[in-house]
């Protein structure tokens, strides 16, 4: 199968938080339902770096690194006896609307381009991985302390659960869902120490998430992150 997209995804942060189902079928593909891990669902606030980014096997001067900011829940597709666990985005952040505009006439996805930086301090012992984003003149940010050493993910963790997804779903139309594969490595996860977040959750993502700005995430993760695809092949579900 034919790569549409390569890079290495690296210093992954993923903010997790417990949220009403209720509040996240609207959003749902058709052909998919909801995962839970323990009876609950989940939405994930990630920020994380593109770095050698390539389409089709060519790299694009002056688009192989950059940030990217998302908010992310969880759902399963079954076909033929198998389930499939995947992502669904409620929005995706890149720097560069060039980028932006790819994703989204090709991927139908739901990107927009907004500035952002990040900061990295890494050490024998820590890490200090921080990504900004800058809406509405003010930059919002997500930053975590954590430890140096990486670990395997245990089985049934959460950090299994929220990682282990490999397969992109996107609602075309109320009827029409697209869906698309990932292919990484099984991630190694960085011991979180502690966490900052900034974000303006109604500007980025709508009033239907507005509460998570006064809710603590459940869980907070750092994964080193891997070489990744993203397979060109699209399956249509009616």
Not at 227 to 237: D, G, L, Q, T
Request: charged share 20%; with cysteine; proline share 3%.
């Amino acid at each position: 199968m034919i790569n549409f997209l390569t890079a290495h995804w690296a210093n992954l942060i993923m903010a997790n938080y417990e949220i009403d189902p209720e509040i996240l079928k609207p959003y749902l593909p058709a052909g998919t339902s909801l995962d839970y891990y323990h009876g609950k669902t989940f939405v994930s606030l990630v920020g994380f770096m593109f770095l050698r980014t390539k389409i089709f096997g060519i790299h694009i001067p002056g688009l192989g690194n950059f940030e990217e900011i998302n908010l992310r829940f969880y759902v399963i597709r079954k076909e033929n006896g198998v389930v499939k666990r995947g992502v669904v985005f409620i929005n995706e952040t890149v720097p560069y609307k060039a980028v932006a505009w790819l994703a989204n006439v090709l991927y139908k996805e739901h990107y927009s381009a907004i500035p952002t930086k990040h900061n990295w301090f890494i050490n024998d012992t820590e890490k200090q991985i921080d990504y900004h984003w800058r809406i509405n003149n003010n930059w919002n940010f997500i930053k975590v302390n954590a430890s140096s050493n990486h670990e395997p993910m245990q089985e049934d963790s959460i950090e299994e659960f929220i990682y282990q997804h490999y397969y992109g779903y996107t609602r075309v139309t109320a009827e029409k869902t697209e869906e698309y594969k990932i292919e990484h490595d099984r991630w190694m996860v960085n011991a979180v120490k502690s966490i900052e977040i900034n974000c303006d959750f109604t500007a980025m993502y709508g009033k239907d998430f507005s509460h998570l700005a006064a809710q603590n995430p459940s869980s907070i993760m750092l994964a080193e992150g891997s070489n990744i695809a993203v397979k060109w092949k699209r399956v249509k579900v009616v």
